[in-house]
């Protein structure tokens, strides 16, 4: 929810999706407010992903603009996952700066939530951030992760925290975004790897691009379900995803069509030829430079042996050997969520934003 207190009724908006003339610009303004939030770390994500993105085997999305001065002053797009969670909508809502306090953001809300409502939706979700100092974002995360209220108790003032808390929504959780610069030099990556090997012996690493290999593929939908359940969630209200080998395949194939390509990497348990934990890392053709780190967990049952670093530091050294011109991966993670942040923080990445995550509960 990037804007400000409307103080104004704008009843001017919009539908937007692909084949709208609109569309180009609604890309463009979730991209500068992005890179208002966070300046140089911001995503830069091209139109033609975005309409590919439209519709997906996991979800759809809706789309509305304010149009004022002959362009968008302000946009809104909702995605509606179709397979699980059916009860929620993500909303990503941007005012440019010169139209905000207009009531922009007051009116595209009204239509998300008249659009939640007419699909059967009850919540809507959506983050306000802003790029903090390093050093304050590894001490916040210290103290949430002895405390997880702290996560939700201290929301600074920034860009759109005043239009969230007017529309009524309650800040559930914060997400820390955090990028490491590539090549992770090769000292960083063995001295992480040394500490791990003795606790990770026993198991095999292997790697993949695009769908994980017929043998690992079940494995991998067991620990997708996980990935639903096991981070912490706040008072997020996310409920448990059904995963199986046929969804695995089609998300894998979904994203090859969107232009992206994945590269994974496991740890196979070798007294038992199981999968038991992975990490995947993914890239937009459209924009050779930046990665984005996808899921990344280890079994409850094998927690405690560094599996984690063991195939996150082996997915850096995949992409880098894959993409030489990749310069930077970002991920998100729960503030408090201890072990993959000390994974992280190992392998060098950097926080560039902190984000609260807003839930709007309709009545």
């Given at each position: 929810m990037d804007t400000r207190?409307?103080?104004?009724?704008?009843?001017?908006?919009?539908?937007?999706?692909?084949?709208?003339?609109?569309?180009?610009?609604?890309?463009?303004?979730?991209?500068?407010?992005?890179?208002?939030?966070?300046?140089?770390?911001?995503?830069?994500?091209?139109?033609?992903?975005?309409?590919?993105?439209?519709?997906?085997?996991?979800?759809?999305?809706l789309g509305w603009g304010v149009v004022a001065g002959g362009g968008l002053a302000g946009v809104a797009k909702a995605y509606l996952p179709t397979q699980d969670n059916t009860h929620l909508v993500e909303l990503e809502l941007a005012v440019a700066a010169a139209h905000r306090g207009r009531g922009h953001g007051r009116a595209l809300l009204e239509r998300v939530v008249a659009a939640a409502r007419a699909e059967g939706r009850d919540t809507v979700v959506s983050g306000t951030g802003y790029r903090p100092d390093p050093s304050?974002?590894?001490?916040?995360?210290?103290?949430?992760?002895?405390?997880?209220?702290?996560?939700?108790?201290?929301?600074?003032?920034?860009?759109?925290?005043?239009?969230?808390?007017?529309?009524g929504a309650t800040p559930v959780q914060t997400e820390m975004r955090s990028q490491v610069r590539l090549p992770v030099p090769d000292p960083v990556l063995e001295a992480v790897e040394a500490e791990a090997a003795g606790r990770a012996d026993g198991y095999t690493t292997r790697t993949w691009t695009g769908v994980p290999p017929d043998d690992l593929v079940d494995d991998r939908a067991v620990l997708a379900e996980r990935m639903s359940t096991d981070p912490p969630l706040g008072d997020l209200d996310w409920r448990p995803e059904v995963w199986d080998a046929a969804r695995v395949?089609?998300?894998?194939?979904?994203?090859?069509?969107?232009?992206?390509?994945?590269?994974?990497?496991?740890?196979?348990?070798?007294?038992?030829?199981r999968m038991v934990a992975f990490s995947e890392v993914g890239r937009d053709e459209r924009e050779p430079t930046i990665a984005y780190q996808f899921d990344t967990i280890v079994d409850p049952g094998h927690r405690g042996r560094r599996l984690g670093i063991v195939v996150k530091a082996a997915n850096l050294r995949a992409v880098a050997l894959a993409w030489p011109e990749v310069r930077r991966v970002q991920t998100w993670n729960a503030l408090e969520n201890g072990p993959m942040l000390r994974v992280n923080r190992a392998l060098g990445f950097e926080p560039v934003g902190l984000y609260t995550l807003w839930q709007l509960v309709l009545r």
């Open positions: 207190t409307d103080t104004a009724v704008v009843t001017s908006v919009v539908e937007i999706d692909p084949t709208s003339p609109w569309f180009p610009d609604l890309v463009r303004l979730l991209a500068d407010v992005d890179r208002e939030t966070v300046g140089d770390a911001y995503e830069p994500q091209s139109v033609e992903y975005h309409a590919r993105s439209w519709r997906t085997p996991n979800g759809r999305q304050e974002a590894w001490t916040l995360h210290e103290q949430a992760v002895a405390d997880a209220s702290v996560s939700t108790d201290r929301v600074p003032d920034h860009l759109g925290v005043g239009f969230a808390r007017a529309s395949r089609e998300t894998s194939e979904d994203w090859a069509r969107r232009g992206i390509t994945v590269v994974g990497a496991g740890a196979v348990d070798r007294s038992t030829g």
